[in-house]
């Protein structure tokens, strides 16, 4: 496919959704004109936007799985070797979880799995978001439900360069959806001081064995760890999991998307593309997961 027949698909989509919103828009104005009744605009409105969402789906996953085979595929192809990539799949649940040092909420999604190695590190990575289901009851009785986001952004798994027997997590301050499990542990954790004080005042640091933490988290680490957060935009989570590192990035944003409203350039796309690729392989490249010099074999 074409990047012209892409942006096609686009337009198609575009003009499905604006041509719905102008005719809701102009019944509700009909409506409250002849019944004098304001309500009834709102009403016709949000109706009218929800019929549209639901009529236009197949336009828009159409241009979406265009876009993401013509510009983020070929992209990330530049990249990643042994590359998978699925937009509409995600990352299992049971990653995440089996770390035992995330609030899984109560719904979990996520989409645009990418499964591939970077200067031969093994790298999964996926869009997650995780929401709690939150219930309020008024004074009549009547219960309300909502949905309220605890965690929105990137999870990313790597190869990690030295081998460890024990968990360590390090929490960026303000995450705010981490935990630790020490249900039904045998090892449980405790909370680590590390020697470097301004790490201390930005990170939260659990470990399994208090040694291993200073044999993983050296000085250089927590440097570059810091220079990690000063560069990107988002509060971190990093957790050494059986001898993998599991990173995750609450930033509140969907990576490798593209607007319907909004017309393709191709420079700006694919930059903005890079941008998106390069959150992943920064974290190889500034904590320098493929040295193995000091690889230590338990």
Sequence with gaps: MTIEEVELLRKK????????????????????LITKGPFLFFFIIIIGIVITSIVNKKPTREFTMAFKEVFV?????????????????????AIIANTR??????RYTSNDFISG????????????HIEEEHQTTDSDGHTTTTWVTIFRGRWMVFDFNKTFKANIQVSQKGFGNSRISNWGAQVKYKKVMMEDQAFNNNFRTYAQDEHEAFYILTPSLMEK?????????????????????HIGLQNGKDSFEHSIYKQIDEEKVTNEI?????????FVDELSLDNTLFRREV
């Design 13 to 32: 989509a575009k003009k499905n959704a604006l041509i719905g919103i102008f005719s809701s828009i102009g019944l509700a104005v009909l409506v409250s």
């Design 73 to 93: 595929k070929k992209s990330l192809e530049t990249v990643f070797t042994d590359l998978v990539y699925e937009p509409e799949k995600g990352l299992n649940s």
């Design 101 to 106: 040092m995330m609030n899984m909420g109560d």
């Design 117 to 128: 190695r970077y200067k031969n590190i093994n790298i999964i990575q996926a869009d997650v």
């Design 225 to 245: 760890i810091k220079n990690l957060t000063n560069n990107i935009s988002g509060k971190l989570l990093f957790c050494f999991v059986d001898n993998k590192l």
């Design 274 to 282: 890079q941008k998106d690729i390069k959150l992943i392989t920064n």
